[in-house]
């Protein structure tokens, strides 16, 4: 390559031909690629080029290149003005280098080159397909919105802007990835999240450094304290209402674009067992749902290892007429409990995933027909005793429970150590592993804040969004932990009062 050529791979040349022979160079074996030679004013030469299925093509046509064409040569002075007050379309942008530009034409816009003219032209006409907005899936609610976040991120950022109208709700946007250049965004509220957090979080995403990036995951892995946890220390959602109620609370959201899933920082572990339901039902049921959820978060963790503890050491702890049922259907398995719950498990877990990656249409037939098939099969062979279908069979249902998928994962994940514990040291194995899971709990960080706040370490005013969903009117404070900036959430003196009867009748 020769040295004018090699210098305009840099900047853009007054030379048409110049800039023509170094974006043909660029773009090489490239076939979805399309240079369109014209004329404007019949004298002045100048070419067009885009990638093939991402242009409004109906807009190129119109709004560029017939009031281009249609310009005649005695008024036409060849300058930067004189051409944009002839385009009709409102995203245009003049750049100077052939890097910018072949950026914008690989995220959809058109690139205009005119002779004369030492400056290129982005013309924002991008048009793709894209997904329609639809109830994320993964979410489920009976009360509340039925919109989710799609793959386009300008979509998902509309939909915020939509529910926030605040001119406090800023977002910053990067692009990472050296082949990608994925457009990341940072959203926040000014004036309610920390400026310490805010920094935290761009200080991580300006770190990355990476080929590419294609999903939020790879955000989530390269941003998270301790990539070595089951736990998930970032929240995942879906749904605008959920990210736009993390931001009032002085969180901080991470956007993606070509996903649909955002993420929501700092998280905590109660945060990951809230659902949004939780806040649109009365206060009342919203506790009694998240208190159930506590109870089932334990069972899903606890509740194999407790039947196989006791079965294997502490035969004393249940009731005779109990025990004597469970040793009658026990009486022909041929392996101990231990065995006996780990293979449960595993087949539960494999079908569960199995109906999962199926097609919707026989996933969950063939998940719930397995359950039944295989358990049914299982005891009637006597390889398993039917009590340990029954626990398997509880303790998966429970697994259901968990607001987050991620959550849930690590739950079932971790219940295979302390079965092995539970199965060679009963009570104390159990206990011991426990033990240990609250340890790493309390050591967790997420970009800087305790998982278990702020019930470790305590913040007695927050307990009333996690013990209990207190009502509206009394959730006066953010956490502390996220909007210290601007702690006041609504004044006092919001609580409903009793209207008074009508007492001018007789």
């Known amino acids: 390559m020769d040295a004018s050529l090699s210098d305009s791979l840099d900047t853009v040349s007054s030379s048409l031909g110049t800039n023509l022979l170094a974006l043909r160079a660029i773009y090489d074996k490239c076939k979805d690629i399309h240079f ?106 009976i009360r509340g919105p039925r919109e989710g976040f799609t793959e386009t991120i300008c979509v998902n950022t509309s939909m915020l802007r939509r529910k926030m109208k605040s001119t406090s709700l800023k977002m910053l946007a990067y692009h990472i990835g050296k082949h990608t250049q994925t457009e990341v965004v940072i959203v926040y509220m000014e004036g309610i999240a920390n400026e310490s957090l805010i920094e935290e979080v761009q200080s991580r995403i300006n770190d990355i450094e990476i080929d590419g990036i294609l999903e939020s995951g790879y955000i989530e892995g390269l941003i998270e304290d301790n990539p070595f946890s089951p736990f998930p220390q970032i929240q995942v959602t879906e749904r605008p209402d959920v990210v736009c ?43 009694c749902i998240r208190w159930l959820r506590y109870i089932f978060f334990f069972i899903t963790l606890l509740l194999p290892s407790l039947y196989v503890s006791i079965l294997t050491f502490h ?3 249940v009731p005779t007429s109990l025990l004597l049922s469970i040793a009658k259907s026990r009486e022909d398995i041929p392996f101990p409990a231990l065995i006996e719950a780990l293979l449960m498990e595993v ?30 099969a299982a005891t009637s062979a006597g390889l398993v005793s039917s009590p340990m279908v029954m626990v398997v069979a509880i303790t998966g249902i429970a697994s259901f429970m968990m607001p987050q998928y991620a959550t849930g994962i690590a739950l079932r994940m971790l219940r295979f150590p302390i079965m ?33 706040q702020p019930l470790a370490p305590i913040k007695a005013a927050e307990l009333k969004d996690v013990l209990i969903r207190a009502p509206i009117w009394s959730m006066r404070t953010r956490p502390k932990f996220t909007g210290r900036s601007n702690d006041i959430r609504q004044p006092s003196g919001q609580k409903p009062e009793k209207a008074k009867g009508n007492e001018s009748h007789d």
């Open 315 to 317: 035969q004393e702890m």
């Open 347 to 376: 087949a539960f877990e494999a079908l569960r995933e199995a109906g999962v990656r199926l097609p919707k249409q026989v996933g969950a037939a063939v998940s719930i027909v397995g359950a039944l098939v295989i358990g049914q």
């Open 245 to 287: 109620a993390a931001l009032l609370e002085g969180k901080v959201s991470i956007l993606v674009d070509g996903t649909p899933v955002a993420l929501i920082a700092p998280a905590t572990l109660f945060s990951l067992l809230q659902s949004p339901e939780d806040y649109y039902q009365r206060f009342i049921i919203g506790t």
């Open 420 to 452: 092995f514990l539970s199965g060679m040291l009963g009570l104390l194995g159990l206990m011991l592993g426990f033990i240990l899971i609250v340890i790493h709990l309390c050591s967790l960080r997420s970009l800087g804040v305790p998982y278990l």
């Open 36 to 141: 369109h030679e014209f004329l404007i004013g019949g004298t002045t030469q100048a070419f067009v080029v885009h990638f093939d299925g991402m242009v409004n093509l109906e807009l190129l046509d119109r709004d560029v290149l017939r009031p281009l064409l249609a310009e005649s040569s005695d008024e036409w002075n060849c300058t930067e003005k004189e051409l944009s007050s002839l385009i009709t379309i409102s995203d245009i942008r003049e750049l100077s280098t052939i890097p910018e530009l072949t950026f914008h034409i690989s995220a959809g816009s058109v690139g205009l080159f005119v002779d004369g003219i030492a400056t290129g032209f982005s013309l924002g006409l991008a048009k793709w397909e894209k997904r329609s907005i639809e109830e994320p899936s993964a979410e489920s609610i």
